[in-house]
């Protein structure tokens, strides 16, 4: 179904201080159903350069692709393009573009957009790339793999391995049951609710937050941001966080007993240990019975301050 | 020179095929003009796509069919009256010849059509806009190709086929920054601490540098960067795996 609303010029002027700068005012939405041909769909693979992506886990089998285009007339609507390649091994395609040539005229970059709403069975693996737009995933179960330039990245829900990497956008990963991996260049991370064999993230100049983070082994890295970790650790596992200029803060529920080394400008370890060495520059300690299955916690910042909380 | 020199020119540039006071004056251009180097980035990735096609691989058949419509067309003109057969040689062949003539279109045609559908065989569903997609996933529209850049700065289709250049950049600024960092810190290392890092750090530039534009670039950055980060927090600089590559 196609339905396209023009935008009056009487109610740009009712509003002028409400329109943005690149207010686009035509808009068209399309729907599509893809329905599996034989084999169920296995992969998600979605690039849009122009706006945001959703996508939606649900149980049925066919992908349901609604987008949304804006431009600022209905020639430049027409330039815009939404491709979609279904595959016979199960992968399905889907980028974004804007038709080229000597002989149209240049559109303003903010002049245009086209947002992607999906709804995908879950057990498909979603691959998805934004420039600027948002980018989110919700209730999935194979994992994927997300890139973002400046745009948000956003995960809830979703199982098996992900992997996430922007350059200047915020991310988000809340509930999550598997390996992750994610790294931002010069933006913060907020990882709420993880469980998995592993966790490695970081950010180069962002601040890393974490909350209920279960994973067995943790690996949460800084260059200038903070860090605040609070955790569960696992017997055996083992828990990295480390920056150069970033103070370290980390809670932990601890099961069974932790060996920790923590080395920085400060460091305050909390509670009493059973015991506490200082060795080249480290402060070495063990919390709870030595006897019992320990884990491993390394805590360091060069320049920050460290400071250790165990919660029984 | 302005782009609309350069323009003309970038395909005779991309082919080395201009004088070299010519060529150096345009490799000059696109130094200091961004939007002709993403449109000759764009020309190049097209040209690299183009030759990573398969070759045609022409069956049997067809050339068969060749040197049938080749024998008729002999079969006629030797039918032809002697004076036309001189004639012939002193005229334009497609003019005198007709019959050869279409022959040979007819070949060209079938090669075409044959072509056309030998490099769409292996397209289950070929890509199409969404508007033009049923519920089963069956397309009518040819297949997509990417749209070429316009050389616009302004323009939405040049910024997009300047993103993976873009993002590049900001990871080269940001790796840049890193190695002044680890730089800094290796200093404190020991010295075999600091040879493991030089030769891990070599190589994995090396990776950047070959790895091509785009996507394979961009994961270079970020082993790199990965690698940075852990040699600059913790001097872990020994370990010669990708663990953890984002």
Known sequence: ?312 | MTCDDVRPQLTAYLDGELEDDRGSAVRGHLRGCEACRTAADAEAALRDGLRALPSLDVPATLWARVQAELAQAEIADAEKPRWRRALARWSPSTWVTPRFALASGAVAVIVCVWAWRYTHRDLPAPQANLMDTVAHGVVKTPRWAPAPATGDQNDVATAIAALPKDASDEYATATAELVALAQTERTTWPEAQQKQFDAKLAELQHDIITADEGRARHRAYRTLIRYLERATTRAEVAFADTRGTP
């Open chain 1, 1 to 312: 179904m196609k339905l396209t609303f023009i935008a009056t010029t009487l109610g740009l002027l009712a509003a002028p201080a409400l329109a943005e700068p690149s207010r686009a005012d035509v808009v068209e939405r399309s729907r599509v159903e893809v329905q599996p041909a034989g084999r169920a769909f296995t992969q998600l693979s979605i690039e849009n350069p122009l706006g945001d992506i959703r996508v939606e886990g649900y149980d049925g089998s066919a992908i349901q692709i609604e987008t949304h285009k804006h431009a600022p007339d209905d020639d430049t609507l027409d330039r815009l393009r939404v491709a979609l390649v279904p595959s016979a091994d199960g992968i399905v395609r889907i980028t974004t573009s804007v038709d080229a040539g000597k002989e149209l005229r240049p559109v303003a970059r903010g002049a245009v957009r086209v947002d992607i709403v999906i709804r995908a069975p879950r057990k498909a693996r979603v691959d998805a790339a934004v420039s600027s737009g948002k980018l989110e995933i919700e209730n999935l179960d194979a994992g994927g793999e997300l890139d973002s330039a400046s745009g948000s990245i956003s995960a809830k829900n979703v199982s098996g391995e992900l992997m996430t990497h922007s350059l200047s956008g915020p991310t988000s990963l809340t509930q999550v049951f598997g390996s992750v991996d994610a790294a931002t260049v010069s933006s913060d991370m907020d990882l709420d609710s993880i469980n998995g064999e592993k966790l490695v993230a970081s950010a180069n100049k962002g601040r890393i937050a974490g909350r209920r983070v279960r994973s067995r082994d943790v690996e949460l890295t800084t260059v200038d941001g903070k860090i605040v970790l609070e955790a569960e650790t696992a017997l055996h596992g083992h828990l990295v966080v480390s920056s150069l200029h970033g103070d370290i803060d980390v809670h932990l529920r601890r099961h069974g007993a932790i060996n920790v080394r923590a080395r920085g400008g400060k460091v305050d370890l909390g509670q009493p240990a059973n015991l506490i060495e200082h060795t080249a520059g480290w402060t070495v300690a063990t919390l709870g019975r030595s006897s019992d299955p320990m884990a491993s916690v390394e805590l360091m910042s060069k320049y920050g301050a460290v400071s250790l909380a165990v919660i029984q």
